[in-house]
């Protein structure tokens, strides 16, 4: 079988709403997101990232994870995307960044 990396390959990859679901939920570091991430994406990533501020991060318990911040996923990032741009989200506790390769 051909790996879906390879099968899938896009010039953009759009990832609204998901960062924080597979840290708290899934358990995978930035560093492993983000690599996947950039599997998939040949050009640009677009990346919804919650902040550690917003009220429903606190209360599924993420003391645990105190390293869940903005600087160190844009820091696993430029691993792979040369440039990121912060744009604003709907909420003030979100920030849209568009990476490219």
């Known amino acids: ?3 879906a ?9 759009l990832a609204l709403g998901l960062v924080h679901q597979i ?8 560093e492993q997101i983000g690599q996947g991430f950039a599997l998939f994406s040949k050009r640009w990533l677009v990346v919804e ?6 009220s429903e991060l606190r209360q599924g318990g993420s003391d645990r994870f105190s390293w869940y911040t903005l600087d160190r ?19 003030q506790l979100r920030v849209l ?4 390769k």
């Open 49 to 54: 990232f919650v902040l550690g501020e917003d």
């Open 5 to 13: 990396t390879e099968r899938f390959p896009c010039d953009m990859v």
């Open 73 to 91: 996923f844009m820091q696993s990032l430029r691993k792979w995307f040369r440039s990121i741009t912060i744009l604003p989200s709907h909420s």
């Open 23 to 30: 840290v708290f939920k899934r358990y995978l570091n930035f």
């Open 97 to 100: 960044l568009l990476c490219e």
């Open 1 to 3: 079988a051909i790996a």
